[in-house]
């Protein structure tokens, strides 16, 4: 069957660094997309990784293992804005979207 | 601003009342998706379509039917609308194949 897996919460320390896990099980692999999603708002894109390795964008990087099937997104430098559930999405061979269930990021000052 | 935009925002149902979920996107996007979202669950997809003419089923399309006449509209229909439909409902589109998805505001549905 096809699963995602990622924690339920976590809690980290403004200016610190916190690295969210992501297992994905999936009927064939078209890449691994990150979202972030404050409360109330809708999901936004944050990176997209279809090759093992690292993809940095500023702050945040999400690395890849495809041997694995497994991703994390790490935040750096965290910010109070960062609090946020952060939603793990890997794409099946049919292009669809299979979803976790989020991690909800709790920043304390 | 282009964009994906939905409505209402929210809306209260009394159960067995059909509602017209409505999604406008002005990018041009091939692919339209619904999804809803439920406190504890990840996103699941209702229906989708790739291109305009065109729709398939999603992981949870009982009590929900859509249509895509044109490039830009994607409604999600409930014909009878039951409590376990309550919920957010999400429009996204997407260019095509791994193109990241660009999400509407959503609509907080509540069916009593």
């Known amino acids: 069957g096809q699963n995602i897996d990622q924690p339920t919460e976590m809690t980290a320390t403004e200016g610190a660094i916190v690295q969210i896990n992501c297992t994905y099980q999936t009927s064939g692999f078209n890449g691994l997309f990150w979202y972030q999603q404050h409360a109330g708002e809708a999901p936004t894109f944050l990176s997209y990784?279809?090759l093992d390795g690292l993809e940095e964008k500023g702050r945040f990087s999400s690395f890849l293992s495809r041997s694995k099937g497994y991703s994390y997104l790490l935040l750096k430098e965290l910010q109070m804005k960062d609090s946020a559930s952060y939603l793990c999405a890997s794409m099946d061979s049919n292009y669809q979207l299979i979803w976790g269930a989020g991690t909800k990021l709790i920043i304390k000052p | 601003t282009a964009g994906i935009t939905q409505a209402p925002t929210s809306q209260i149902l009394a159960a067995g009342r059909s509602m017209t979920l409505r999604c406008t996107q002005d990018m041009r996007h091939n692919a339209m998706y619904w999804y809803r979202q439920d406190l504890g669950l990840g996103l699941r997809l209702i229906h989708y379509s790739n291109t305009a003419g065109t729709t398939g089923k999603g992981e949870v399309p009982d009590g929900y039917s859509v249509s895509r006449a044109n490039t830009d509209d994607f409604p999600l229909t409930l014909a009878s609308a039951v409590p376990s439909q309550t919920s957010v409902y999400f429009c996204?589109?997407?260019?095509?194949?791994?193109?990241?998805?660009?999400f509407g505001n959503g609509t907080r549905l509540t069916v009593t």
């Open positions: 990784n279809v």
């Open positions: 996204a589109s997407s260019l095509d194949g791994p193109s990241p998805l660009h």
